[in-house]
């Protein structure tokens, strides 16, 4: 079945909000991302914070990422709500070592952490209803 009508098909809660709205949030989260992510690996390559820093990022940008195939090419709901449970549980480590480290990151996280924890109920609320 296509994506498109595979998802039309999925129970969703009334409060999930219309497809056209994901689009514009990520554009703007992804810009966050890239911004205060990219600041951090500067810092790390230019050795003001330590390496050991990168691994929530880099982790989380890998959760990130393979959510949209798992939920979308392999239509996998189950799958997809333990992706973005790690995609959140990252992002928390993000917020906790961004905040002693470099604090401005953590504020430009803040958007991103709202986001996610939102996109978090809902997928396990659509798991649920398609179970």
Do not use: H
Not at 33 to 46: E, R, T, W
Not at 80 to 93: F, K, N, P, Q, S
Request: glycine letters at 2%; aromatic letters at 20%.
């Amino acid at each position: 079945m296509d994506t498109f009508t595979w998802y039309q098909s999925l129970i969703r809660p009334d409060w999930a909000p219309p497809a056209w709205l994901f689009g514009p949030a990520w554009t703007i989260l992804y810009t966050l991302i890239a911004v205060s992510f990219g600041a951090v690996f500067y810092k790390i390559i230019k050795k003001k914070l330590p390496r050991a820093m990168a691994v929530p990022f880099l982790l989380n940008l890998f959760f990130n990422f393979i959510f949209s195939p798992i939920q979308f090419t392999l239509q996998n709901n189950l799958l997809a709500a333990v992706d973005i449970i790690l995609v959140l549980a990252t992002l928390i480590w993000i917020l906790v070592v961004s905040y002693k480290n470099i604090r401005w990151v953590f504020g430009m996280n803040v958007p991103y952490v709202c986001w996610v924890t939102f996109a978090t109920v809902l997928q396990l609320t659509v798991t649920y209803l398609n179970w």
